[in-house]
């Protein structure tokens, strides 16, 4: 009886130490250069978190390595909540494209919720002499074993749709990978890259703006918006291309339980801001908000695609050591 009650008063004081978080600000590390797709989803869902979660957020730039450098930051902060990870699919694609990985996606992290799916789309240097897709096709002919291809580095959604591209067309390129797709852009306007496959929420304002040249989307429907011109890779002759960036948010494993719920609620209600939601669907992106917003169905989410790119990758000959 005495033991029951010894236990039950320490769970109450664990649970008490942890009744005033957030009492500092929250740190999310994006694994990717500041002005990236990833780097606006976390700007963005920090605006609507903020109040929700009753803290200032600061987003922390941990670039380079196709996200495992941010990633592995974040599997080794203390666990106390006040540095959360906001990833993409590099999460699932890293434990086979990297022999040396310092984390183990699915024992490492805390899983908070999965916050939107992307598409991407096949943009081009403003000077390129394509004015369509099959322009593009035949210029690729012309061009073959000169054109360069950016991307955010080995694992990274531009990586990936990359190689697919590059496998499904049978044109090799050479990739020049960017600590995050901002970068790359600036290069990719100014001319010094030819060709990337970004998402929409980087590349549907530059596209808007004829800042680059856009031929087609990754996924197997047309975008409604401003992109609802360009054809699909599916309907260009590529059938079955499909490719969609998810992003989801993380905490360090052994993270408070009592934290890890006050950081999903929030997360649930940011999710449902209308505001967020507005930005998001101008940039072509869908904020989830069905079950995988819940920590055991975005886990169980991420070990699927596990399961699916790994095979992809290997069979690609992929990897980094
Ligand atoms: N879009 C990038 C990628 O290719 C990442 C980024 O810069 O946000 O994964």
Known sequence: MKKILLASVAALSV???????????????????????????????????????????VIENVGGAGGTLGATKV??????????LLHHIGLSTSPALYRNLQYKTLDDFEYLGLINEVPMTLIARPNLPAANYADLVKWMAANKGKINLANAGLGSASHLCGLLYMSTVKVDMT???????GPAMTDLIGGQVD??????????????GGKVKAYAVS????????????????????????????????????????VLEKINTALKTALKDAEFHKREE????????DGRVNPAEHKKFVADEIAKWSPIIKAAGQYAD
């Open 195 to 208: 060709l990337m496959c970004d998402q929409t929420t980087n590349t549907t304002t530059q596209i808007d």
């Open 15 to 57: 649970g008490a130490a942890w009744a005033d978080y957030p009492d500092k600000p929250v740190t999310i590390v994006v694994p990717f250069a500041a002005g990236g797709p990833t780097d606006k989803v976390a700007r963005d869902l920090a605006e609507a978190l903020r109040k929700p979660l009753n803290a200032t957020i």
């Open 175 to 181: 990739t020049v990978p960017y600590k995050g797709t």
């Open 219 to 258: 996924t197997t429907k047309r975008l409604g918006g401003s992109l609802a011109k360009l054809p699909t890779l599916d309907e260009s002759g590529l059938k079955g291309f499909n490719v969609t960036i998810w992003h989801g948010m993380y905490a360090p494993k052994g993270t408070p339980k009592a």
């Open 75 to 84: 599997s080794k902060a203390a666990p106390d909540g006040y540095t959360l």
């Open 282 to 289: 101008a940039l072509g992106a869908v904020v989830v908000t």
